[in-house]
């Protein structure tokens, strides 16, 4: 079976928007890839003005198991991830930190060696959605003047565009075709990287760039 990869669109978040953000991400994508009926609740961000759906939870525990793409840790998972792509974060610039997000579904399946003597059980990646993230922990003005109250709504007004053109991605991806989507029950993990990307590359080679010839004596 062939992985369907797919790359949403990259965020730039403030420190205090990360958590929440990959939250609207994460939880919609495992709502709409979730097999069978399910009741969605939708959930409203405190700090964007964002509606994301999610499975409610009162549906989850009373579906069957072999219906259901999720399992009862389903929360500790994302929390999880949430928590270690904070800790993977990798230095880009002075004020930035970037990392990358994937979400992995796979199903397992049982094989068979030496002669059907040995079984073994594969995972099988069928889909993956990936996400980079650039945290900025530039400080934001506090000040009741216009120009700062201007300079926070224009920084809050960026990352929420970002968050909806990712999660209007989310939805597009959702309606194309599903035929890879396998009949079965299956899982999802979720794993963080540090790969550096083209910011990384510059900053690590202006950063080592040796001093400049003093060419006025």
Known sequence: MNCKEHHLPELELSTGQ??????????????????????????????????????????????PSA???????????????????????SQIGPELLSGGLTISFFERRATRQLFGLVSNEEKVIWEQWHLRVVVNNTPRPVSDDSAAVMERQRIQDMAEGMLRSALVKIFEISGGAIDHVPPVMYEFEINCSKKADDRENVYSRVANMPSLINLSN
Do not use: W
């Open 67 to 89: 219906h259901s793409a999720l399992d009862s840790n389903v929360d500790k998972k994302v929390d999880d991830g949430i928590g270690s792509f904070l800790m993977t974060l």
């Open 18 to 63: 990360v958590r929440e953000a990959l939250q609207a991400i994460l939880y919609t994508i495992l709502f709409i890839r979730s097999p069978g009926p399910v009741t969605p609740r939708d959930v409203e961000c405190e700090g964007f003005n964002l509606t994301y759906p999610r499975i409610a939870s009162d549906k989850m525990s009373s579906m």
